[in-house]
């Protein structure tokens, strides 16, 4: 069932099925564990303006080290101002078609509030509904608001989550909004439970098709779970000549050792 076509002057709480199972609840401790990622992450240097990153989202035990290489970029993107970043995230649990606009005020972190962007009721009212049951334990865009509360002073989100969802059209609608003080962030992880090999040569795959913007293989042979935001992602960066890059690559086997069956982890950055 659709709420109104509005924004709601109520806020998103983290539920206990994401916070504290994928990352500390205590603020400090979170803060921590995030300052330790970003500095301990790769070093990338990109030919130009961030535009997109594709990060992961699964616990930080897990990803942590390749999201930050993503959000170590982010950290060094301009303090002073209030950028708008939109989240394009994936429903796991309840399909529908188009798209589901988080329509909250606010988002809940433990490292405080995250507000959403008028551009959410914007886009709301024209394009896409709010499916509430979709966002209620839903982590793929929870799991980037403290990675983007530790590496941004000043943003506001537009959350949007993807079901059967058609990523030219997305495109369509994010293109006209994507101005210099906004950044697509797209949640996805790779390959999921396969023997360690295979998901590397499978994921290395991914990877490269999309670098190479080769739409067909990624949908078709490709394993990433965020299928429709990295698709919409390689639209939009033909669209507005984006370059992409892949910055970090990893599986649960280099956090846990497990090599039957693992999860793979990819950072990619668009940037003109």
Known sequence: MSAPDEI??????????????????DPAHLKRTIDTYLRESRIVEIGGKLRAL??????????GTIAATGYRLIRNLDQQKTWRIILLGLSHFKPFSGISIGAYGHYATPLGPVSVSPLAKTLLESYGSFIPDAHLNEHSI??????????????????????????????????????????????????????FDRAEEIDNKTMKWIIDGDEA?????????????ILAMITLSKRLNWNREIIGYATSANTHGERNQVVGYGSIACYK
């Open 217 to 229: 293989n990624v949908k078709k042979h490709g394993q990433a779970c965020g299928l429709i935001g």
């Open 142 to 195: 929870d799991v980037q608001l403290p990675f983007l509360k530790v590496a941004l002073k000043h943003f506001e989100i537009v959350p949007i989550l993807t079901s059967n969802s058609k990523p030219d059209e997305i495109a369509d609608i994010l293109e006209p909004h994507m101005d210099d003080s906004t950044l697509l962030i797209v949640s996805s992880d790779l390959s999921h439970m396969l023997p």
């Open 8 to 25: 709601q002057d109520i806020t998103h709480e983290m539920s206990n099925e994401v916070a504290g199972a994928f990352y500390p609840t």
């Open 54 to 63: 594709m990060v992961p989202h699964a616990g930080y035990v897990f990803s």
